[in-house]
Nanobody
Framework: QVQLVESGGGKVQAGGSLRLSCATS????????MGWFRQAPGKEREFVAAINWSGGITYYGDSVKGRFTISRDNAKNTMYLQANSLKPEDTAVYYC????????????????WGQGTQVTVSS
């Protein structure tokens, strides 16, 4: 089972940027599609972005298209989320995930979750 550790969260003013990282353990990193979900207090978890096993195909939730970029470096066993032009509504705990099935949008497709990293965007 893959272990996931997020980092890079913090507090930033609206319009600023953060780069989130997700470090993974296990030698089978390359076989997994990965992604990010987020959850604000009192709200349902929301799909943010996903990336296929090789890193060549990406998907984004409508709320972050054009602002966030997902990438992965399999040699470093690390996935990234570059979050630009941040808005207060981006405030949430961001979770790194590894998928166990192919439908990236749905939580039921997630096999492993990280512990989460807090992103707070002030206006």
């Amino acid at each position: 089972q893959v272990q996931l550790v997020e980092s890079g969260g913090g507090k930033v003013q609206a319009g600023g940027s953060l780069r989130l990282s997700c470090a993974t353990s296990g030698r089978t990193f390359n076989r997994y599609a990965m992604g990010w979900f987020r959850q604000a207090p009192g709200k349902e978890r929301e799909f943010v972005a996903a990336i296929n096993w090789s890193g060549g195909i990406t998907y984004y939730g409508d709320s972050v298209k054009g602002r966030f970029t997902i990438s992965r470096d399999n040699a470093k066993n690390t996935m990234y989320l570059q979050a630009n032009s941040l808005k207060p509504e981006d405030t949430a705990v961001y979770y790194c995930v590894v998928y166990s099935s192919g439908s990236y949008y749905y939580e039921r497709s997630v096999g492993s979750w990280g512990q989460g990293t807090q992103v707070t965007v002030s206006s």
